[in-house]
């Protein structure tokens, strides 16, 4: 509820900026140009109901920003949240002056106010204060851009717009200073007539010295009680953390073994701060970006149950059981034990929606493993710039064959490749995919040996396993080398399949089940039975000499 509040009058504040903007741009045509402008783009804002919703929006927007400030348990935060609060804190402060001159001055004394009034306020009577007007509304701005960046740098599609956002952030304000400019020195040379601006503030209806007063003392009463409500969202994070220290202690241990304690109330993500402890989070502990979530290991019982906006996360991102986002809960007391799922390197993508096998399943898929025969003694004769370029056509042309038949590249692992195929879509199609992935390398390697034939002393020859079985699935490994890969008897199996090619002189040894899984028909291969390591009973395979005569 706090985050859509704070969302939706965020962006209602930043569409009436953005108006702002938009209407000093006519003043690169003329002063009259914007003030038809204005009473276009701004006749919704001084209707009662588009008043309300702005000042109300104000006045919801300023005081989530006291919550935010009491909800923290710790007041280290990026350098980004910290210029947005910091913005965010001092607008009101530094915009008090020019609401009360323009809309208080119009509303207590009734005053003409058009742009050629402001502006005269703004740069010929106290041209300070137009700086400052300057200042404030380009801090509103980054302000609100900061805002829309946390908001959508976490959506799948946010990269490929963001060149267009980038460039709106950047032309907006820098045609309505402009524009502002261009209106500012046309009322500046015409204020520069004492008996042109004497006439004008008599008929704009210039608030006179006592009405003045009254004004600034209306910006002093706002600015003590925002000052106020500033100290006491201060005050009352001291008060919260005795009222918790009282109620008792929450004992957190992470998956490395080690164990910190924090009062109840704070989440999981806060402690972890607090305690200098590594923990992803993308979106800085709002709840969108799923990074900092954990599963819980011990302790399930201690927590509250998540709310609806943190199932959805959940949900977006297909976790697990016992899994939960780490900003968003608060241990209520007693033993609490996790395991953080991701790295602290985490990137905004590892928060997108993904395939739930990547938490890791058992799944029946085929798994092909490919190596270069005889390399070592190839790599020998070879200048090591000589090896790298061969290394980088073989890799090229074996994982364009895995990728053209379905294939997940799992890695190349020395001169050897392995792949995975069949993780969506079962055994069946897996089989036939990985049958028709190595036969495209046969024809791959061919074609390689004779575009490479001045270069090559002989031919490269290849040996492939492939084997379909259970295996365990899963998104592993460490820091930035995260990929899916696979574990299991049936990865070591197509593996020893691999290293059989060489006892039968063939390109392809494939499993008896595979070719069952495929459903074609390899009659006129040889069927032999083999011993695998690690297996007690044989196993029958096909034993292909090259694997281009496969059957497409």
């Given at each position: 509820m706090v985050?859509?509040?704070?969302?939706?009058?965020?962006?209602?504040?930043?569409?009436?900026?953005?108006?702002?903007?938009?209407?000093?741009?006519?003043?690169?045509?003329?002063l009259s140009a914007m003030d038809a402008t204005r009473n276009?783009?701004?006749?919704?804002?001084?209707?009662?109901?588009?008043?309300?919703?702005?000042?109300?929006?104000?006045?919801?927007?300023?005081?989530?920003?006291?919550?935010?400030?009491?909800?923290?348990?710790?007041?280290?935060?990026?350098?980004?949240?910290?210029?947005?609060?910091?913005?965010?804190?001092?607008?009101?402060?530094?915009?008090?002056?020019?609401?009360?001159?323009?809309?208080?001055?119009?509303?207590?004394?009734?005053?003409?106010?058009?742009?050629?009034?402001?502006?005269?306020?703004?740069?010929?009577?106290?041209p300070w204060n137009g700086v400052r007007q300057v200042v404030v509304f380009l801090a509103a701005w980054t302000h609100g851009c900061l805002g829309i960046y946390h908001w959508l740098h976490l959506k799948p599609w946010y990269r490929r717009w963001q060149p267009f956002f980038f460039a709106f952030a950047l032309l907006i304000p820098a045609l309505s200073l402009t524009g502002f400019s261009q209106g500012s020195k046309a009322v500046v040379e015409l204020a520069s007539d004492p008996a042109w601006f004497a006439s004008f503030q008599f008929h704009a209806k210039w608030p006179n010295a006592e009405s003045y007063q009254q004004?600034?003392?209306?910006?002093?009463?706002?600015?003590?009680?925002f000052v106020a409500m500033l100290i006491s969202a201060f005050a009352l994070r001291y008060v919260r953390s005795g009222i918790e220290r009282w109620r008792g202690i929450v004992r957190l241990t992470y998956d490395d073994g080690n164990t910190i304690q924090f009062p109840p109330g704070r989440s999981i993500l806060e402690a972890s701060r607090a305690s200098n402890v590594p923990h992803a989070s993308v979106c800085g502990g709002r709840g969108r970006c799923s990074t900092c979530r954990v599963r819980v290991t011990r302790g399930f019982e201690n927590l509250p149950a998540a709310s609806d906006a943190e199932q959805k996360v959940l949900a977006r991102v297909n976790a697990g059981i016992q899994?939960?986002?780490?900003?968003?809960?608060?241990?209520?007391?007693?033993?609490?034990?996790?395991?953080?799922?991701?790295?602290?390197?985490?990137?905004?993508?590892?928060?997108?929606?993904?395939?739930?096998?990547?938490?890791?399943?058992?799944?029946?898929?085929?798994?092909?493993?490919?190596?270069?025969?005889?390399?070592?003694k190839l790599s020998e004769k070879k200048l090591p710039y000589d090896v790298v370029f061969l290394l980088n056509r073989y890799f090229?042309?074996?994982?364009?064959?895995?990728?053209?038949?379905?294939?997940?590249?799992?890695?190349?692992?020395?001169?050897?490749?392995?792949?995975?195929?069949?993780?969506?879509?079962?055994?069946?199609?897996?089989?036939?995919?990985?049958?028709?992935?190595?036969?495209?390398?046969?024809?791959?390697?061919?074609?390689?040996?004779?575009?490479?034939?001045?270069?090559?002393?002989?031919?490269?020859?290849?040996?492939?396993?492939?084997?379909?079985?259970?295996?365990?699935?899963?998104?592993?490994?460490?820091?930035?080398?995260?990929?899916?890969?696979?574990?299991?008897?049936?990865?070591?199996?197509?593996?020893?399949?691999?290293?059989?090619?060489?006892?039968?002189?063939a390109e392809l040894v494939v499993s008896e089940t595979t070719v069952r899984h495929s459903g074609l028909n390899l009659s006129e291969f040889a069927l032999e039975r083999v011993e695998i390591r690690g297996r007690s009973e044989p196993m029958s395979v096909h034993v292909i000499p090259s694997a281009r005569d496969l059957p497409e």
């Open positions: 985050r859509s509040l704070r969302l939706v009058t965020g962006l209602i504040l930043f569409s009436y900026i953005t108006l702002h903007f938009a209407n000093h741009m006519a003043g690169l045509w003329s276009v783009l701004h006749a919704p804002w001084y209707t009662p109901v588009g008043t309300s919703i702005l000042y109300g929006s104000l006045l919801i927007h300023a005081c989530l920003a006291f919550y935010a400030i009491y909800e923290r348990r710790k007041l280290t935060v990026s350098f980004n949240e910290g210029l947005q609060l910091i913005l965010g804190l001092s607008v009101p402060l530094m915009l008090v002056g020019h609401v009360l001159g323009t809309r208080g001055a119009y509303q207590l004394f009734g005053a003409n106010v058009d742009y050629t009034y402001v502006l005269a306020a703004l740069w010929h009577v106290d004004l600034v003392l209306i910006k002093n009463y706002f600015t003590a009680g899994v939960r986002l780490a900003c968003q809960t608060r241990p209520n007391s007693g033993e609490v034990e996790v395991i953080r799922l991701l790295p602290t390197t985490a990137k905004p993508e590892d928060g997108f929606p993904t395939p739930e096998y990547l938490q890791g399943q058992e799944r029946e898929i085929a798994i092909l493993f490919a190596d270069i025969r005889a390399f070592t090229d042309a074996m994982g364009s064959a895995v990728t053209a038949c379905n294939g997940h590249l799992d890695k190349f692992i020395g001169d050897g490749v392995m792949a995975l195929f069949g993780i969506e879509d079962g055994p069946e199609a897996g089989s036939r995919d990985a049958l028709a992935a190595a036969r495209q390398m046969g024809m791959q390697i061919a074609q390689l040996n004779r575009a490479l034939a001045n270069d090559l002393d002989e031919p490269l020859r290849i040996g492939i396993g492939i084997h379909c079985g259970p295996a365990i699935v899963g998104s592993m490994g460490f820091g930035d080398v995260v990929s899916v890969t696979a574990v299991g008897d049936s990865v070591n199996t197509a593996s020893r399949l691999e290293t059989q090619t060489k006892e039968f002189g």
